[in-house]
Structure formats: structure tokens, C-alpha cells
């Protein structure tokens, strides 16, 4: 008998003492099953209380149907949640990481393309369409690309390409010597040089700036163009470099666009830190004044110093933009120090963190230090995936009894995510037991433990971010620093809707 | 004009108009229901004994589910043999999370009224029979021409549309 059963079973007097016994159990294990027990057991007292909700309006004669019509929908439930335990893994790749890439998109402005690309995205054999904006492709032979929208660009290996159309300028170090740059009626082979490529309505047009290239067309003999040469494959060509695309361009937008964004979020968070649902926010501004070069100051207004944070070891370094600073965690001894009072029902935690390599069992965001009743731990799993826990040890329990509430997210930290920045939240209200855990603005995990009872207070006290724990004199320590860089970091007292989480994302990411 | 006629009137005022609720927390630990009603008259009888040390600027209802918990681990005690009911630890936790999700509860029977009208005839007529007429098994097996087993089977599936039915109202008012 399921735990469904069991409750009726109960409710209608027609429980044995063994069924008894195990719905017991069940209520005893699982917060989830002692709601269900109040919600049905609440539903049939309303029923034996107000009978008046029934006579006075469900007086209608027996209809002699089969009852059973709408089992299928019960079924079909059933179906969704067993569906939802096999869509759902908690821990999946567990074979060795491989990738086909054979180039990276490495930087991007204002670029829109057909399938979704991110800066920093490893590109396989494929064709990429930027519609709009300019995109830096560095193949893993060590040619680089700049392509502006709209083009097509089929990427065959790490040695060849083709321009389908529009403006590509190809960088190839002596490394790389050798790349093969096809387009409509030539193939070009580059000698260690840099040129342009201009492909419009099928037809293509070349221009060398420096170094040689085999041109190879369908009407002449190989042509060998040194700089300063262009070709056409029209009859009658008129090219002049002014057709070509410019490759200072790119970069000077990109560091245009990197002060804006920072000036955004800079304008934006000296709003956000008046938010009154902030326990503690950190912007990890390096302070010139500092002479101890280790504050981490709490930002929130009206200020809170007592909240402030202590960097230990960690070493200054730069953040999502030039202009914006981080602290990098990458020794054992790498911490934030902080002291958090306060107790609280709920809490959502949002940070900014790149992480070069999950190479810990846990790795840590956010930890209190040892591990006590209503203490909140955040952390990244070897699988890659977001952890969170609380812990609330019952009285009679054994010291060493696993009696945590723990959360995963589905992995996150994979090859692709790993040494970009990436924003990372989690929020946790102690009635409901739900934790919903979101990277980069989507939620990634939406869970309640067995083990949550409502109402037990979240406390901090003493904690810290990208480590764990205060070693105590003569004992070893188990090492959980992060290996990365967190340039924000806020505390909330309440729980924040996915809404606002993305609009944390949004005001946040790096382009 | 004396004290004590004002309170026990108010105290009757209290007891009608929170007797819902106290039944329903007391059914919550004790889900049988002529113990819930022996217990919530004791809890009746108690309050009234201690009604004098009732402050009455402070709500009511948490007040009275301290004596109706009370009221419950005394009837614990004088049924210990009883193989039927909780123990203290499984109660502990069911009173304590009761109060916490309370107006969730409250909540769902605004929501369960709406959801009786949408049954079919048939399920109407169950849900009058059982808890209206409060009819006996052996009398429902007679008018229904259906086995124990079956008439057990049928209500379960009843509650359980219900509470499907008001769990789905809740998710489209966007509280679930």
C-alpha cells in the first residue's frame, strides 16, 4: 500500500495495525508525506465538519456510470512524476569528458546568430551564421577569423574553412601555415599572412595586407599574392582595401562596450545595495586606500561594517571587465573571512564566479564554518553540479549521522562553463523546504528534502567564501577551496522569484 | 457588573466560532473521529477551567491548540495500549508543521467547495452519503451495491480527486 492508501485507510477506521505502523514511518521520514497526511486528513475533517457544504448543495440523484473515467488521469500523473525521477539525474556524466571542437568562438560584440553562440563557445565542424555584430573564431591551429554579420561561414577542421558569405579577415601565424580558406570560385592557401575575404552574391573577392597567399581559382593557374594584391573572381573587379574588414575594429568595440557595461553595472548596483532584503553584498572593489589591502567590504546601505569580510591569501585579480576586480582563490589557505548575525526564514545567495577547474570533491561558495543546526552550506560537486545544504541534526540522532538537507543542482561545470564567468544563485525558505538553484539566470534545480521540517531557523555566524572552515590547532583540514575567481557576492533574507534572479543575471553578465 | 458572566461569555463566543479549526488540528493528531470529538470537548472544558489566564489581546487559536495538544497526549496516555495512534515524536512533528503551513490548509478549503460542485452525480452522492448522512459502511455497501473493498476504494479515489482538484486551482491562482 502506497502512502496515499495508507492516509485514507487511516482516515476511514480501516487501518491495521501493521499499515498503521508503516504510515508511521513514513510520516516519521519524509516532511513531503507528513504534508500530504495534513492536507487529506485537514480535507476529510472539513468534510466530517460542515456538512451543510454538502447537503444543501449535492443533493442530486444516483447516476449509475462507472466510476472509474478518470483513472487514466490518475495514471498519467503517476506517469509524470516517474518521468520526472528519470529526467531528473543527480548524478550523470560519469565517463571522461570529450570534445570534437576544433575551434573556439573567443570573442564577440553585438553578435546575433542563428543558433545560439556565446563568447567562449568551443565550435565543431559546422556552419555558423552571424546575422549581425562581429565575432573572433581562433581555430585550434592557431588561425584566427574575424567574420561581421551577416555571413556564413562553414567551419571544416582546424585547417579549413569555407566563406559562404561576407567579410572575413584571417589571421595565420607561421604555426598555422598552410590554412585553407575556401571560397566561392577560389581556395586559398595561406603561406603565414593575413588577408581579407569580401563574398557577395557568389562571387569573391580577396586582398592580401601582409605575407603571401596561393590563390587557387577555377580559370587561372595558382596565383601567388603578396601584399598588398587583391583578386577578384568576377570579370570585371574594381577592389580597393576599403572593401575589406578593418581588424582594429573589433577590439576597439569590444573594450568600448566592456566600459559600458561596467558603468551599467556600477550605476546599477549603487541601487541594488539599498535593497532592505540584503543581508550582506560584497562588489569585491579592490580599495587603494586599504593598507592592509584585505577588506572585503560590505556594501549594503545603511552600512553594516560589522558585516564586512577579510580576505585571506586570496590575491586581487581581474573581474567580468578590465576595470572591474575579483578575488582569485586557488590555494588551500584562499578564503573570505565573514561574520553574518542574524537569524532568518529564508535566503537566497547570488554570486558572479569564474571557476577555472572542479578538481575537489567539494568545492566551496559559501560555508559556515563547522556545521550546526539551521547552517547553510553552498558548494560546487565533483560532477559539476550546484550543492546546497542545511543542517539540522535532531536531538537523538548519533553525532556522525548524515542528517543534512541536501540539494543538487543538475551538473553546470562542464569543459564549455569552465574559465568563464558565470552567475550562480540559490534561495532556500524554511516553510516550504524549497531550494531552487539557478545558473545564469535559469533554474537549474527545483527540490524539496525528505528531511525538511518547516519553521527551523537559517543562522550564518561565523563563515566564508571560496573556503571552508577554521582549522583547528593539530587537526588536518579536508581541502575545499575554490579554484576561480568571485568578483559578487550577495546575501538576501528572503527569497527571491526567478524574475529577479534573471534580473540579477541580466544587470551582471559580462557582454 | 461582575467579570466572570462576561467571559464565560466570551469564551462561548471563542469556542463557536474557532470549534472548526480546533477540530481540525485535534483531527490532524487523532485522525478518528468520535476520539477528535471526546478530545475537543475536554479542550472545551479545559479552556474554560483556565480561561481566566487567557489574554485576550493575544489570538486565540494558538492559545487553545496548546490545550487541545494537551488534551490529545492525555488521551494518548489513557489508550497507550492502543497499536492505532501516533507516537509523541510523529505528533510532535505534525502539530509543529501544522501551525507552519495553516493557511495553506485554510486556503485549500476555500478552494474545496468549488471543487465538491465540479464532481459527477455519482461522487456527489458518495460524498452525501459518507459525510453528510453519515452513513454506515454496511449501510452505504447496501445502497451502492458495492463490496467493502470497493466502497473503501471509491471514497479514497473521491478524496484524492478533491484534493487533486483543489491542489490544481491553487497552481492556477499561482499560490502552489
Known amino acids: 500500500m502506497n502512502l496515499d492508501s495508507l492516509i485514507h485507510a487511516e482516515i476511514d477506521g480501516e487501518i491495521t495495525p501493521e499499515q498503521h505502523a508503516r504510515l508511521e514511518d513514513l510520516l516519521r521520514a519524509d516532511w513531503q508525506a507528513r504534508k500530504r497526511y495534513l492536507e487529506l486528513v485537514d480535507q476529510h475533517a472539513r468534510l466530517l465538519q460542515q456538512p451543510t457544504v454538502n447537503t444543501g448543495r449535492l443533493q442530486s440523484a444516483a447516476l449509475k456510470r462507472p466510476t472509474r473515467r478518470w483513472l487514466p488521469a490518475l495514471t498519467a500523473a503517476a506517469a509524470v512524476i516517474v518521468c520526472a525521477f528519470i529526467l531528473w539525474p543527480q548524478h550523470a556524466t560519469e565517463t571522461e569528458a570529450t570534445s570534437n571542437g576544433v575551434a573556439m568562438l573567443s570573442q564577440t560584440m553585438d553578435a546575433k546568430f542563428t543558433n545560439t553562440l556565446r563568447s567562449g563557445d568551443t565550435l565543431k565542424p559546422g556552419t555558423i551564421q552571424l546575422t549581425q555584430g562581429l565575432a573572433q573564431i581562433e581555430f585550434f591551429s592557431g588561425a584566427t577569423a574575424l567574420i561581421e554579420g551577416g555571413a556564413e561561414i562553414e567551419i ?356 | 457588573m461582575s467579570d466572570s458572566p462576561t467571559s464565560t461569555e466570551t469564551l462561548v463566543l471563542l469556542l463557536t466560532q474557532h470549534q472548526e479549526p480546533l477540530f481540525r488540528y485535534i483531527f490532524s493528531l487523532v485522525p478518528r473521529e468520535a476520539d477528535a470529538r471526546d478530545i475537543l470537548q475536554e479542550t472545551s472544558l479545559a479552556l474554560y477551567r483556565k480561561f481566566a489566564e487567557y489574554d485576550t489581546t493575544r489570538p486565540f487559536l494558538p492559545w487553545a491548540y496548546r490545550f487541545a495538544y494537551l488534551q490529545v497526549q492525555k488521551h494518548r496516555e489513557k489508550s497507550a495500549r492502543s497499536p492505532l495512534l501516533f507516537s509523541e515524536d510523529v505528533m510532535d512533528l505534525l502539530a509543529s508543521e501544522r501551525s507552519h503551513i495553516e493557511p495553506r490548509l485554510d486556503e485549500r478549503l476555500r478552494l474545496l467547495d468549488a471543487c465538491l460542485q465540479k464532481l459527477t452525480a455519482q461522487d456527489q452522492e458518495l460524498v452525501t452519503s459518507r459525510y453528510a448522512m453519515r452513513q454506515s459502511a454496511e449501510e452505504m455497501m447496501a445502497r451502492f451495491s458495492l463490496s467493502r473493498r470497493t466502497l473503501f476504494r471509491n471514497l479514497e479515489l473521491l478524496r484524492q480527486r478533491l484534493h487533486e482538484c483543489v491542489t490544481h486551482q491553487l497552481q492556477a491562482e499561482g499560490f502552489a
Open chain 1, 156 to 511: 571544416l577542421s582546424a585547417w579549413e574553412a569555407r566563406c559562404l558569405s561576407g567579410r572575413v579577415r584571417v589571421h595565420v601565424p607561421p604555426a598555422a601555415k598552410g590554412f585553407l580558406m575556401h571560397a566561392p570560385g577560389m581556395k586559398l592557401e595561406d603561406l603565414g599572412t593575413e588577408f581579407a575575404l569580401n563574398v557577395k552574391d557568389n562571387t569573391s573577392a580577396v586582398h592580401v595586407f601582409e605575407g603571401e597567399v596561393i590563390a587557387h581559382t577555377d580559370t587561372q593557374t595558382p596565383a601567388s599574392l603578396k601584399q598588398g594584391m587583391s583578386l577578384s573572381s568576377a570579370k570585371v573587379s574594381t577592389v580597393t582595401p576599403q572593401d575589406f574588414l578593418p581588424i582594429s575594429e573589433l577590439h576597439g568595440l569590444v573594450k568600448q562596450r566592456d566600459t559600458h557595461r561596467f558603468a551599467d553595472w556600477q550605476q546599477w548596483s549603487l541601487t541594488a545595495c539599498k535593497d532592505p532584503r540584503l543581508i550582506a553584498y560584497y562588489t569585491f572593489k579592490h580599495l587603494e586606500d586599504d593598507r592592509w589591502d584585505r577588506l572585503v567590504k560590505n556594501v549594503t546601505e545603511p552600512r553594516h561594517a560589522q558585516r564586512d569580510g577579510g580576505a585571506v591569501g586570496a590575491a586581487w585579480t581581474q573581474g567580468r571587465w578590465p576595470e572591474k576586480t575579483a578575488l582569485e582563490f586557488k590555494r588551500p589557505g584562499d578564503r573570505v573571512r565573514l561574520n553574518l548575525d542574524g537569524t532568518y526564514q529564508a535566503l537566497t545567495l547570488a554570486c558572479w564566479v569564474k571557476v577555472d577547474s572542479v578538481d575537489k570533491k567539494y568545492n566551496s561558495l559559501l560555508l559556515t564554518d563547522g556545521y550546526d543546526n539551521g547552517e547553510p552550506h553552498w558548494q560546487i560537486y565533483e560532477d559539476g553540479s550546484l550543492m546546497f545544504s542545511v543542517m539540522y541534526r535532531p536531538a537523538e540522532v548519533a553525532k556522525n549521522a548524515k542528517y543534512n538537507q541536501m540539494y543538487f543542482s543538475k551538473p553546470v561545470f562542464t569543459a564549455d562553463s569552465l574559465g568563464r564567468w558565470h552567475h550562480l544563485a540559490v534561495t532556500y525558505d524554511n516553510t516550504s523546504g524549497t531550494v531552487i538553484q539557478y545558473f545564469d539566470g535559469q533554474p537549474v534545480g527545483h527540490e524539496i528534502s525528505p528531511l525538511h521540517q518547516p519553521g527551523r531557523d537559517i543562522v550564518f555566524g561565523p563563515c566564508e567564501i571560496g573556503n571552508w572552515g577554521l582549522p583547528t590547532q593539530g587537526h588536518q583540514f579536508p581541502i575545499r577551496n575554490l579554484n576561480g575567481a568571485i568578483d559578487e557576492f550577495a546575501i538576501f533574507s528572503t527569497v527571491l522569484n526567478a524574475a529577479e534572479i534573471s534580473t540579477l543575471y541580466n544587470h551582471g553578465k559580462p557582454d
